[in-house]
Nanobody
Framework: QVQLVESGGGLVQAGGSLRLSCAAS????????MGWFRQAPGKEHEFVAA????????EYADSVKGRFTISRDNAKNTVNLQMNSLKPEETAVYYCAADTEGGTERYEYDFWGQGTQVTVSS
């Protein structure tokens, strides 16, 4: 089991930046691939970014490539999502997730945080 707690959400103007963090506790963090997903009101969970256990492989949704950066610090048991040039349509609850394999689909992750709200005003 691994427990995940997100932080860093908030209100930002369009074009602004936010940095989300996810703190992990429980089993060895470096065993897990990590992902970020988001869910806007009335919509399904949407994949945002993922990173492998060592941090040397990342994957992004096409919609965020070039603007978002996922990173991890295995010594601090954290994974971060730097979000730049944010758009109003990216208003959502952002979740981090962990799994020994990882991927880009929600069902591929066994452990989830409670989410952090990101609101982008126009």
């Amino acid at each position: 089991q691994v427990q995940l707690v997100e932080s860093g959400g908030g209100l930002v103007q369009a074009g602004g930046s936010l940095r989300l963090s996810c703190a992990a506790s429980g089993q060895t963090f470096s065993k897990y691939a990590m992902g970020w997903f988001r869910q806007a009101p009335g919509k399904e969970h949407e994949f945002v970014a993922a990173i492998n256990w060592s941090g040397d492989s990342t994957e992004y949704a096409d919609s965020v490539k070039g603007r978002f950066t996922i990173s991890r610090d295995n010594a601090k048991n954290t994974v971060n999502l730097q979000m730049n040039s944010l758009k109003p349509e990216e208003t959502a609850v952002y979740y981090c997730a962990a799994d020994t394999e990882g991927g880009t689909e929600r069902y591929e992750y066994d452990f989830w945080g409670q989410g952090t709200q990101v609101t982008v005003s126009s």
